[in-house]
């Protein structure tokens, strides 16, 4: 019971995340408008942490940022296991 409860808890954890990192991926497109900037000034706080990981061993490559790819695919993963 309690391990379903975890497992249950875990794996809508992963899925909210999840969402949130796209969200914060699809406003990076949208940085001229005033309000992409005041969700992303949310979400940053939120979604950074999680995603610097990746950033400090992926570099942009040609100005593009895709450190994000490997968070939500290595999210995915972690969703599918439990």
Not at 10 to 24: E, G, N
Not at 33 to 49: C, E, F, K, Y
């Amino acid at each position: 019971m309690a391990t379903e409860l975890l497992t249950s808890t875990l794996q809508s954890f992963i899925k909210i995340y999840f969402y949130l990192l796209i969200v914060r991926v699809v406003l990076t497109w949208f940085q001229t408008m005033d309000w992409a900037n005041q969700i992303t000034s949310v979400l940053s706080p939120i979604t950074d942490p999680y995603l610097n990981i990746f950033r400090s061993f992926i570099p942009p490559l040609g100005g593009i940022d895709v450190s994000p790819i490997l968070a939500i695919l290595l999210l995915e993963f972690l969703g599918g296991l439990f």
